[in-house]
């Protein structure tokens, strides 16, 4: 029903910036929950931010408040995740995932992305 396609990843120093964004096919869109999550080596996949189907409601990881910001635009089906202030322990693949609920659980999303690398450098 759903297909996510993430981009915007790639390689940065400490304290640089990156902007995630996720494409979504399908016309369900704006009834879905949207989120992100990242799996670094050797770590499970963690929630790091989620938007509500209408936008309003946002809830981030507390690694990411204040430097993260999540948004969407069902106009355009597109949900972004603004990445500031990067560290290295940022490090991670990073999935964009729509699901029914919200706040989102990783069991709650129905729909992944392939993820995108992000690396940050110190």
């Known amino acids: 029903q759903v297909q996510l396609v993430e981009s915007g990843g790639g390689a940065v120093q400490a304290g640089g910036s990156l902007r995630l964004s996720c494409a979504a096919s399908?016309?369900?869109?704006?009834?879905?929950?949207m989120g992100w999550f990242r799996q670094a080596p050797g770590k499970e996949r963690e929630f790091v931010s989620a938007?509500?189907?209408?936008?309003?409601?946002?809830n981030y990881a507390d690694f990411a408040k204040g430097r993260f910001t999540i948004s969407r635009d069902n106009a355009k089906n597109t949900v972004d995740l603004q990445m500031n202030s990067l560290k290295p322990e940022d490090t991670a693949v990073y999935y964009c995932?729509?699901?029914?609920?919200?706040?989102?659980?990783?069991?709650?999303?129905?729909?992944w992305g392939q993820g995108t690398q992000v690396t940050v450098s110190s």
């Open positions: 995932a729509a699901g029914s609920r919200f706040p989102l659980g990783a069991h709650d999303c129905a729909y």
């Open positions: 399908g016309r369900a869109f704006s009834t879905y929950a």
């Open positions: 938007i509500s189907d209408n936008g309003i409601a946002r």
